[in-house]
């Protein structure tokens, strides 16, 4: 028996589902699931009982090394159980007007037993809840149970392809049958660890490249609810894993890689039929450009082709290939094209300088005085062509950082789209990139501007020497100036800036993040969103894997 010594808002309660329970047989003492029993000031402080289960031979096990332990920065480890909720002791002030929840998802469990993923994109996915009521934080993680994960846990061995891992044939045909089947896209996983979203009629979806992919969630329970079909016919393996969500529509696109190009569908609140509004060819290299995400502005979908560019036989290969599922052609060119949302047609398509891009910040429209666009102006999280970033985010490089300053160098690429016919984009650094200290990814702007002008992004840069982006960061697009948080040690996920309800200046509300600390431990953060100062904090009862992108879902008027 051991004991550990926890805040006086955590009650112990066990909630371990058998699978979790059966993956977690060996190694040392786990800890129980623990929930709220009322406000944290009227308990006493707490000894949570932690028991140590009888070791057994199992093919799955929680390997030592790869877990959260103390002094070692949680971001890089598995979560360390299946579920959690409670409520977490808030220091500072959480502004009472900041009710609703922000949910994060990401890739949280990177190994099965001692079988270990290399890639930060492969972990089975977790997501997170940020409940805040009236000043109040409620907590809590689960595992999304897609049937990759499943499979996983009932075979104790990966059954579908991962980012960068793939099943041995043995058991990926074991478990999914004919080898048809691995040809039809069955064998690629349905692991939704990138993105959730709340759909304009408030269903909750989990996402990843894969269409199969989309799962629905419980956004008060995180209780997976089961695939999201979609129920036209438009085919296809895969989608960009960051659609443009409104209240009114849901716009995604979806490569092609039997004839290179990009089909732009919409889908409308309380349907699962997406329609097409037009499509794109693309004009260089053997195959589509990853497409991660893209930008819209009020009347246009920007289309980016990168000189990444998918590789079908990657997809299907066993064996990790330098940058996984995709292959750089610089030879192909670079363009942007840009289709219009109402017909379907392609207004612009240029060339454009040679980029690296996941995630498009916002674009919008630049127009003359009688209000007609002349050009379009797109901001992404750009890595100075270099697709070396894809290989600085395996596990191994993450867990392995000595102080030596190896994250490559990024900046805010703003990309100026001429609407006059001109072949030719530009390229360019919108502010000095060492304001943010030449890191920047994982970014969010005030949703209000999605589209449209606007001033400010908030991202994750760095700090050098680093191996991974370690600062909060708040871009002045207007004045190219950045303001900096930084705790020491520490990794910030993605800031996600909310509102307050009412606001008129573009930076008034907040900014959400979750800190893996160098202490092994982590915590929520709230930052003022205009001064950028931390205004509340709240200890998570352990240290959290690093998580990729959230929504905010304000509280429902009553
Ligand atoms: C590409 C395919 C798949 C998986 C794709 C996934 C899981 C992509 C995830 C991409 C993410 C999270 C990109 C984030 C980038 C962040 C960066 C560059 C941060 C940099 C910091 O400096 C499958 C679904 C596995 C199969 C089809 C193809
Ligand atoms: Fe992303």
Same mark, same amino acid.
């Given at each position: 028996m051991a004991s550990i010594l926890f805040s006086p808002a955590f009650q112990a309660t066990a909630i371990f589902p058998s699978t979790w329970s059966e993956l977690n047989r060996s190694g040392p003492p786990r800890l129980s699931s623990i929930l709220p029993r009322g406000r944290p000031?009227?308990?006493?402080?707490?000894?949570?009982?932690? @028991?140590?289960?009888?070791?057994?031979?199992?093919?799955?096990?929680?390997?030592e090394t790869e877990r959260c332990v103390d002094g070692k920065l949680a971001a890089w480890t598995s979560i360390r159980q299946e579920r959690w909720e409670g409520e977490l002791v808030v220091e500072g002030e959480i502004p009472l007007w900041l009710n609703g929840t922000y949910l994060r998802n990401g890739p949280g469990l990177w190994n099965i037993g001692d079988y270990n993923f290399r890639h930060l994109f492969d972990g089975y996915a977790t997501i997170v809840r940020l409940h805040f009521e009236n000043g109040r934080l409620?907590?809590?993680?689960?595992?999304? @149970? %897609?049937?990759?994960?499943?499979?996983?846990?009932?075979n104790k061995r990966i059954c579908y392809r991962e980012f960068s891992e793939a099943p041995r044939p043995d058991s990926f045909l074991a478990y999914v049958g004919e080898l048809a089947s691995f040809f039809s896209g069955a064998s690629l996983t349905d692991n939704a660890n990138t993105g959730v979203v709340e759909l304009g009629d408030g269903r909750v979806v989990c996402l990843t490249e894969t269409i199969k992919g989309s799962i629905q969630i419980n956004p008060h329970t995180l209780e997976t609810v089961g695939k999201f079909e979609y129920t036209d016919n438009l085919g296809g393996l895969i989608h960009s894993a960051h659609p443009i969500v409104t209240e009114t529509e849901f716009l995604t696109l979806l490569p092609d890689l039997v004839r290179p190009g990009y089909t732009a569908v919409r889908m409308e609140p309380g349907t699962n039929e997406r329609k097409v509004i037009g499509r794109v060819n693309c004009r260089g290299g053997p195959a589509p450009g990853w497409v991660h995400s893209f930008p819209v502005t009020e009347h246009y979908v920007v289309v980016p082709e990168m000189p990444l560019r998918y590789c079908a036989q990657n997809l299907f290969r066993a064996e990790p290939t330098p940058l996984e599922k995709f @292959?750089?052609?610089?030879?192909?060119? %670079?363009?942007?094209?840009?289709?219009?949302?109402?017909s379907g047609k392609i207004v612009a398509s240029v060339e454009v300088p040679p980029f690296v891009t996941f995630h498009f910040i916002n674009a919008y429209e630049e127009k003359d005085e009688n209000g007609r666009a002349t050009s379009i102006i797109a901001d992404c999280c750009e890595h100075n062509a270099d697709t070396t970033i894809l290989a600085k985010l395996r596990l191994q490089n993450l867990r392995s950082f000595a102080g030596q300053d190896v994250l490559p160098d990024a900046r805010v690429g703003r990309f100026r789209i001429p609407l006059d016919g001109s072949p030719e984009g530009e390229l360019e650094a919108a502010l000095d990139p060492e304001e943010h200290g030449r890191g920047m990814d994982m970014c969010s702007i005030n949703q209000a501007h999605l589209g449209q002008k606007y001033r400010y992004a908030y991202a994750c840069g760095a700090q050098r020497p680093c191996n991974f982006p370690n600062t909060l960061t708040k871009i002045d697009l207007v004045k190219k100036k950045a303001k900096n948080w930084h705790d020491e040690g520490g990794v910030p996920s993605e800031p996600f800036f909310v509102a307050r309800p009412g606001a008129t200046e573009e930076d008034d509300g907040v900014v959400i993040s979750m800190v893996s600390d160098k202490n092994g431990g982590g915590y929520a953060l709230v930052l003022d969103g205009s001064t950028f100062e931390e205004i509340a904090r709240a200890k998570f009862p352990y240290g959290l894997p690093y998580g990729l992108h959230g929504c905010w879902i304000p509280k429902k008027a009553s």
């Open positions: 000031q009227e308990l006493e402080s707490l000894k949570v009982s932690v @028991e140590a289960e009888p070791r057994v031979t199992a093919p799955l096990q929680l390997v409620f907590f809590g993680h689960r595992q999304i @149970e %897609s049937e990759a994960y499943k499979a996983a846990m009932k @292959e750089w052609h610089p030879e192909s060119g %670079s363009y942007v094209h840009v289709m219009c949302k109402a």
